[in-house]
């Protein structure tokens, strides 16, 4: 059915920053997006991290961003070749490990986390690129082969930037590699909407407003992408589809790189032990010792089973009612969300209309106490994508839902991406449940994968979205991006997306009036 990928992760680190410097800086230059992600060492309190107030939790995350550091950072170029039949790109990966110079703090939940799914910190203290967080710290931002002049170099390219569940993400990026993040949320939100002028995109908002997948995990909303495109290509190319290529890398350079294989998904017949909490949010309690499977292909084959049998069943009773079918159109309230998903996203009671239209309008929204608290707990810990990344909710990402873990820490992206690099594994050759499956999986997580992932989601749904003319796609310096998500981040629990503009009631922060100073040499 769908066909096997094999994703190469350069690894970059302190030794060899300097030797592919150019490399990256030509990759980002030459790219008609970027997709990042970060693995980090925490993210603090969680609760905080998801409060009601937007402004709450923005000073939450603040504060874990200047306590806290990045460990590693994808990045994933993303090069549209327009002499290549249908959507076709050139993708180049990169997975930087980082070590921030100055003192801060990790996480011990976030050092188990990280450590189970491979990352290796020994690694990082020998052979990690260091990096001064704030302003103006380990050499100036615009000269010598540093993070803070990558960014910069990112900042001065002006393409689209795109991450999953990506406000933690920009906090950390904005305080690590550019400058004290401003007290104001209306203030930050301006900064970034000049560093970035071409736009920022958040995939975890894509897909749960635009594609409206039954779960929207980095993990589960990269798969299921990859197979609806893989699905369309053997359908006689007829259906949107995107393709993508690779450079191959031959001599020393084959030393640096990581091959992350990403097998095709098998029939889910007769396979039933799946987790609802792992298949509804990308993360799991248990974790490892939870003895249901985990694996995100059989979710989804087994959701769109669901959906069918649900079509089907609605169908008849059309059939039934003769003339009923007004009845039969409002059977399901939930009618995009596999059966064993539903319970997650019922309203409560005491919801307002507002929730409600939140938990109708897309998957894995928190509905009680008790998902809120493990959406909390699932906050970006550590990793930065798993979420993220479960949407750990890369890493992870901010207030992200425990599907949306994806808050840097990691802990549902963080899931979903140990599971979604962890693609390695054939699924054909592990028994679901098993504790080796489980450590095959969490060997596979990387930074660097998840902004691959990201990087997919976006260029396959701009080409879903163009091809069935939805009049949500508008050109811009010749590409078509998604114009209804421009400038759109998550917010978890939330029926409305955080909007990144100046408003004219905000002012750009004076730190980054001077950087941009830096950046454009004077010309905004």
């Given at each position: 059915?769908?066909?096997?990928?094999?994703?190469?992760?350069?690894?970059?680190?302190?030794?060899?920053?300097?030797?592919?410097?150019?490399?990256?800086?030509?990759?980002?230059?030459?790219?008609?997006?970027?997709?990042?992600?970060?693995?980090?060492?925490?993210?603090?309190?969680?609760?905080?991290?998801?409060?009601?107030?937007?402004?709450?939790?923005?000073?939450?995350?603040?504060?874990?961003?200047?306590?806290?550091?990045?460990?590693?950072?994808?990045?994933?170029?993303?090069?549209?070749?327009?002499?290549?039949?249908?959507?076709?790109?050139?993708?180049?990966?990169?997975?930087?490990?980082?070590?921030?110079?100055?003192?801060?703090?990790?996480?011990?939940?976030?050092?188990?986390?990280?450590?189970?799914?491979?990352?290796?910190?020994?690694?990082?203290?020998?052979?990690?690129?260091?990096?001064?967080?704030?302003?103006?710290?380990?050499?100036?931002?615009?000269?010598?082969?540093?993070?803070?002049?990558?960014?910069?170099?990112?900042?001065?390219?002006?393409?689209?930037?795109?991450?999953?569940?990506?406000?933690?993400?920009?906090?950390?990026?904005?305080?690590?590699?550019?400058?004290?993040?401003?007290?104001?949320?209306?203030?930050?939100?301006?900064?970034?909407?000049?560093?970035?002028?071409?736009?920022?995109?958040?995939?975890?908002?894509?897909?749960?407003?635009?594609?409206?997948?039954?779960?929207?995990?980095?993990?589960?909303?990269?798969?299921?992408?990859?197979?609806?495109?893989?699905?369309?290509?053997?359908?006689?190319?007829?259906?949107?589809?995107?393709?993508?290529?690779?450079?191959?890398?031959?001599?020393?350079?084959?030393?640096?790189?990581?091959?992350?294989?990403?097998?095709?998904?098998?029939?889910?017949?007769?396979?039933?032990?799946?987790?609802?909490?792992?298949?509804?949010?990308?993360?799991?309690?248990?974790?490892?010792?939870?003895?249901?499977?985990?694996?995100?292909?059989?979710?989804?084959?087994?959701?769109?089973?669901?959906?069918?049998?649900?079509?089907?069943?609605?169908?008849?009773?059309?059939?039934?009612?003769?003339?009923?079918?007004?009845?039969?159109?409002?059977?399901?309230?939930?009618?995009?969300?596999?059966?064993?998903?539903?319970?997650?996203?019922?309203?409560?009671?005491?919801?307002?209309?507002?929730?409600?239209?939140?938990?109708?309008?897309?998957?894995?929204?928190?509905?009680?106490?008790?998902?809120?608290?493990?959406?909390?707990?699932?906050?970006?810990t550590g990793n930065g994508v798993c979420e993220d990344k479960p949407d750990a909710r890369n890493s992870a990402t901010i207030a992200t839902t425990d599907e949306d873990s994806n808050m840097k820490t990691n802990v549902d992206d963080s899931v979903e991406n140990r599971t979604a690099d962890g693609g390695r594994e054939k699924f054909s050759d592990r028994s679901p449940g098993t504790e080796a499956q489980k450590k095959t999986e969490a060997g596979t997580h990387r930074a660097g994968f998840d902004a691959f992932m990201t990087g997919y989601i976006f260029a396959h749904s701009c080409t879903?979205?163009?091809?069935?003319?939805?009049?949500?796609?508008?050109?811009?310096?010749?590409?078509?991006?998604?114009?209804?998500?421009?400038?759109?981040?998550?917010?978890?629990?939330?029926?409305?997306?955080?909007?990144?503009?100046?408003?004219?009631?905000?002012?750009?922060?004076?730190?980054?009036?001077?950087?941009?100073?830096?950046?454009?040499?004077?010309?905004?």
């Amino acid at each position: 059915m769908a066909s096997s990928l094999v994703v190469p992760v350069i690894d970059v680190q302190n030794d060899n920053f300097k030797e592919l410097w150019p490399a990256m800086v030509v990759a980002i230059k030459t790219s008609s997006f970027v997709a990042l992600d970060t693995e980090l060492s925490g993210l603090g309190n969680r609760k905080s991290l998801l409060a009601e107030s937007i402004e709450d939790r923005y000073k939450a995350i603040c504060h874990a961003a200047r306590s806290r550091s990045i460990l590693s950072l994808g990045i994933a170029c993303y090069k549209k070749l327009d002499s290549k039949a249908a959507d076709t790109y050139l993708v180049q990966v990169y997975n930087l490990t980082l070590l921030c110079s100055e003192e801060y703090i990790i996480e011990p939940q976030s050092v188990q986390f990280l450590v189970q799914h491979g990352f290796d910190f020994n690694k990082q203290y020998a052979h990690g690129i260091p990096y001064c967080k704030g302003n103006n710290k380990g050499g100036s931002d615009d000269r010598g082969v540093h993070i803070r002049a990558l960014f910069t170099e990112l900042l001065r390219a002006r393409k689209p930037l795109v991450l999953h569940n990506g406000l933690i993400d920009m906090a950390f990026l904005y305080q690590s590699f550019y400058a004290h993040l401003p007290e104001r949320l209306a203030t930050f939100t301006a900064d970034l909407s000049e560093m970035f002028p071409a736009g920022i995109y958040d995939t975890k908002y894509v897909t749960e407003f635009e594609l409206r997948l039954p779960a929207s995990y980095l993990e589960y909303a990269y798969k299921k992408c990859k197979l609806d495109n893989s699905r369309s290509l053997t359908s006689g190319g007829t259906g949107p589809h995107v393709h993508v290529e690779f450079c191959p890398y031959t001599g020393h350079m084959s030393a640096y790189v990581d091959y992350r294989e990403c097998p095709a998904a098998v029939s889910a017949e007769g396979q039933t032990d799946i987790c609802q909490r792992f298949s509804a949010f990308g993360w799991c309690p248990n974790g490892a010792q939870c003895p249901l499977s985990h694996d995100t292909d059989l979710i989804i084959l087994q959701d769109e089973k669901g959906k069918e049998d649900k079509r089907k069943k609605r169908k008849r009773h059309r059939e039934k009612k003769k003339g009923g079918g007004a009845v039969a159109e409002g059977s399901s309230t939930f009618d995009s969300a596999p059966e064993t998903k539903v319970r997650h996203m019922e309203v409560d009671q005491e919801e307002t209309p507002g929730d409600h239209q939140k938990a109708t309008a897309g998957p894995c929204t928190e509905s009680d106490g008790n998902v809120q608290q493990e959406e909390a707990e699932n906050v970006k810990t550590g990793n930065g994508v798993c979420e993220d990344k479960p949407d750990a909710r890369n890493s992870a990402t901010i207030a992200t839902t425990d599907e949306d873990s994806n808050m840097k820490t990691n802990v549902d992206d963080s899931v979903e991406n140990r599971t979604a690099d962890g693609g390695r594994e054939k699924f054909s050759d592990r028994s679901p449940g098993t504790e080796a499956q489980k450590k095959t999986e969490a060997g596979t997580h990387r930074a660097g994968f998840d902004a691959f992932m990201t990087g997919y989601i976006f260029a396959h749904s701009c080409t879903l979205i163009k091809k069935e003319g939805a009049g949500a796609v508008e050109e811009k310096d010749g590409q078509s991006w998604l114009s209804t998500c421009l400038n759109k981040v998550y917010l978890s629990g939330k029926a409305a997306p955080l909007n990144v503009v100046k408003s004219t009631f905000s002012k750009s922060s004076k730190a980054h009036t001077q950087k941009m100073e830096i950046v454009w040499g004077g010309r905004m």
